[in-house]
Each structure stands twice: as C-alpha cells, then as structure tokens.
C-alpha cells in the first residue's frame, strides 16, 4: 500500500544538515519526495512510499541527524500521487 504525506518539522532543524539527512533516509526507506526548509524556520517534506516503509522514513525524521533538535513533527496524510523521481532537497 502506498502513501502520501506533508511533513513539518520544527526545532532546530535548520544549517545541521536535516535536509541532507532526510535524503540519505529517503534512500534507505525508498521514498520519493523533497525537503525544503521553511523561513519560519522548520523544514517541509513531502514523501511518497510504501507505507510501510513511511513509517520507518518518519521515525528516523523524528530523531534527526546529530546536530538537530526535533521539537515537533506534523505529519498530514495527502491524496496518493505519483509524481515524484528520486528525492530532492530545496
């Protein structure tokens, strides 16, 4: 089963390589997508994969790589679309 979503993270998540992390984790778990940050200061993610895999995906979101400081991720299910090749970083 396939899914979709829009992933907000907030914290200290910003200029401590979050994006690039989410990267390398989108190809472990096979997640198409992108991160970009936000000028709020939180990082968007939009990622689309397996669901089960999703799941794995947002639990190493959740941690961060080792500079970061995750305070807070909302995750909002969207409509399944194909419409991404490989993951970008913005």
Same mark, same amino acid.
Do not use: H, W
């Given at each position: 089963m396939e899914a979709r979503? &829009?992933? +907000?993270v907030k914290g200290l998540? #910003? %200029?401590v390589g979050y994006? !690039? *992390?989410c990267?390398?984790? =989108? #190809?472990e778990f096979n997640i198409? %997508? !992108? =991160? &970009?940050n936000l000028t709020d200061g939180s990082v968007e993610i939009e990622a689309v994969g397996r669901k089960s895999m999703m799941n794995e995906f947002i639990s190493a979101l959740k941690r961060g790589p080792m500079n970061s400081n995750v305070k807070s991720i909302t995750i909002d299910d969207l409509p399944y679309e194909d419409k991404f090749?490989? *993951?970008? +970083? !913005?």
């Amino acid at each position: 089963m396939e899914a979709r979503v &829009k992933i +907000i993270v907030k914290g200290l998540v #910003q %200029g401590v390589g979050y994006r !690039y *992390f989410c990267s390398r984790m =989108a #190809q472990e778990f096979n997640i198409n %997508g !992108y =991160a &970009k940050n936000l000028t709020d200061g939180s990082v968007e993610i939009e990622a689309v994969g397996r669901k089960s895999m999703m799941n794995e995906f947002i639990s190493a979101l959740k941690r961060g790589p080792m500079n970061s400081n995750v305070k807070s991720i909302t995750i909002d299910d969207l409509p399944y679309e194909d419409k991404f090749t490989g *993951f970008r +970083i !913005y």
